[in-house]
């Protein structure tokens, strides 16, 4: 089994390594001089000369990408080309933010769609049942902004103006010191993520309902209650945390766009602007850390996959 | 004997399909989906027509005042009428996300028919390749390429279908396994037949449910992919309309002017779930467990 976990753990560090190169690659592309774009007006032959020489981009390809990627490991991203300062301090704080709010959603999120997702199991073909498959049905198919605007027009324009649409931090605070402001984008997310571990949830949980395990409890005369939480869904919630894995996973991408409305000051914002500016250092950082979240998270949902299954614990099985 | 026989081994096939689609469509969803759908892409479409009629009114005043004769829903920041707008708009996400979906439903397809049928390296090389895709989130992977290839449509197209391939060849390799080892794809091989015509004229009608499946599924997120990077500003330029870049740029006075950010977003919820209900429905209807969920 250890074997398992650490041939998983290679395989990603080398998926992570390919990203690595294929944004390098990407960013290769780029028509343009890097120095150039930084300089901008103020660019002559001299200073020119002496930044390419600073960025190392006389160096061949791959030593740079060496460099850059020694760089990376030390959390030394380089230069943000829109800004002129290092890309460090643009993102610091940022990452903080955006942590808050990927958290604040997930603890809420994770228990909500168990919760929803065995109900909905508990009293199938029922109208509870119903009402939670259609609306987890909906929620599921709409893009995230829309899911945020609707939020935005009920809680904050027109039905009840009670909570504020923009974030609106005076810089250099923490952005949890305004807890009003957190409510709806992590309400977006929730509504998001939330849909997907419900439907699976409900999906396993009516799988082990009908095992034979159960019917057994039941017929021994266990208590209803107790049938469920004690045998029922133990075994129902391994297969959820692969698709909860997914989910988080894909929040730090979803995350980009649910800052952007909301004008929250986290990195998928930063990644926005820096999309817009062709910022190309930051978008590199930005792509690599977000694809390491979701590496990481997969690797853990994975690692707690091989620990609780019991066949795989021989090692040699798969 | 032969003349016979034949009909009989079509026979029974037919008779599946036929069921799968009348399990498709005799489930209410399907038809509240099919009926969504249809509301938009016909808004969509005769959108463009009605523009003669809807059209007339731009005013260089902020904001509009909607239900005025001047023009139906009033004008947004840039004195544009809302409506006119809103018609013209829908043609080109539609257009993109069908062209998004069917690129990546060609690559994904043939990539997963290939790796599964051939097997050995090529199916690992296939797979490694789509692990490093998949570890890219979609939308980053979209503005990565946005960046170094700017917001032209062809680049928006091609990178979301980039993006959903590796997703769809996932399901595709999966459902073909099924299939490979079948005797009738073994007759096609004793018989020398060239193996792309296998993969054409055997595997491919025996996966239509899984594909059926994933490409509704994929409309579905090509459409939100597209309209949500319209909406970051990314997608569609100015002055295009567009209803993504609509929401973007009427959300400032959302609480002056709520029909140019209402509008759109009705209109791609609606057809949204109208899609994802017809995908939930085919993949009720179709006995194929390969429902993809992941994003």
């Known amino acids: 089994m250890t074997q398992l976990i650490l041939r998983r753990l290679a395989t990603s560090v080398l998926i992570l390594l390919a990203v690595s190169l294929l944004v390098f690659i990407a960013t290769l592309l780029l028509p343009g001089d890097p120095a150039q774009a930084i300089l901008g007006q103020q660019a002559t032959p001299e200073r020119l000369a002496a930044l390419r020489e600073q960025m190392h981009l006389n160096d061949p390809v791959w030593q740079r990408y060496l460099s850059w990627l020694g760089g990376l490991a030390v959390g030394n991203f380089g230069m943000s080309a829109a800004s002129g300062g290092a890309v460090t301090a643009l993102l610091g704080e940022r990452i903080g933010a955006s942590l808050v709010l990927l958290l604040a959603a997930a603890v809420i999120s994770i228990p909500l769609g168990l919760l929803l997702g065995s109900y909905s199991a508990l009293r199938k073909g029922r109208a509870g049942d119903h009402i939670t498959t259609g609306a987890s049905l909906v929620l599921a198919a709409l893009p995230e902004f829309v899911i945020g605007i609707s939020l935005i027009t009920v809680f904050s324009t027109t039905i009840f103006p009670i909570l504020p649409s923009v974030t609106m931090a005076p810089p250099g605070e923490a952005v949890w010191n305004y807890p009003s402001q957190l409510v709806l984008p992590t309400f977006t997310l929730v509504l998001m993520v939330t849909p997907y571990i419900a439907r699976m949830m409900r999906a396993t949980m009516l799988e082990v309902l009908d095992s034979g395990y159960v019917e057994m409890a039941r017929l021994k005369g266990v208590p209803e209650g107790q049938v469920i939480l004690r045998h029922a869904l133990p075994h129902a919630l391994s297969p959820v945390a692969q698709v909860i894995a997914i989910q988080l996973a894909w929040m730090a991408g979803g995350v980009v766009v649910v800052e952007f409305l909301f004008r929250y000051p986290g990195i998928g914002q930063a990644l926005v602007d820096a999309v817009a500016n062709r910022d190309v250092q930051v978008v590199q950082t930005l792509s690599i850390l977000i694809a390491a979240v979701y590496i990481v998270v997969n690797l853990l949902a994975d690692v707690v996959g091989i620990l609780t299954n019991p066949k795989l614990r021989t090692g040699g099985a798969r | ?295």
């Open chain 2, 1 to 295: 004997m032969s003349v016979i026989d034949a009909p009989r081994l079509v026979e029974p096939e037919a008779k599946v399909r036929k069921g799968t689609f009348h399990r498709f469509i005799r489930q209410r969803q399907a038809k509240i989906g099919i009926a969504l759908t249809a509301a938009v892409v016909l808004l969509a479409l005769l959108g463009p027509l009605l523009l003669p009629w809807a059209t007339g009114y731009t005013s260089t005043e902020f904001a509009g005042r909607p239900f005025k004769p001047e023009g139906l829903l009033g004008t947004d920041n840039l004195g544009r009428d809302v409506l006119t707008r809103f018609l013209d708009g829908g043609l080109r996400l539609l257009l993109f996300a069908g062209l998004a979906t069917l690129l990546g439903m060609v690559i994904g397809g043939l990539c997963g028919m290939v790796a599964a049928y051939r097997g050995g390296w090529v199916d690992s090389a296939i797979m490694r390749t789509n692990d490093i895709l998949l570890a890219l989130p979609q939308l980053v992977f979209a503005l990565l390429a946005i960046t170094v290839l700017g917001p032209q449509p062809w680049v928006l197209v091609a990178v979301i279908g980039i993006t959903h391939a590796p997703r769809i060849a996932r399901v595709t390799r999966a459902a073909t396994l099924a299939v490979v080892t079948e005797d009738f794809i073994r007759a096609s091989e004793m018989y020398a037949v060239p193996k792309w015509k296998i993969v054409v004229q055997d595997v491919l009608p025996n996966i239509t449910g899984p594909l059926m499946v994933e490409l509704g599924l994929r409309m579905t997120y090509s459409i939100g992919a597209l309209a949500s990077l319209s909406f970051l500003g990314l997608g569609m330029q100015p002055p295009t309309a567009d209803w993504g870049l609509m929401i973007n740029e009427n959300r400032i006075a959302l609480a002056v002017q709520p029909w140019g950010v209402i509008l759109p977003v009705l209109a791609i919820a609606v057809l949204t779930v109208g899609t994802n209900l017809i995908t939930d429905s085919l993949a009720r209807a179709s006995a194929s467990l390969n429902v993809g969920e992941s994003k």
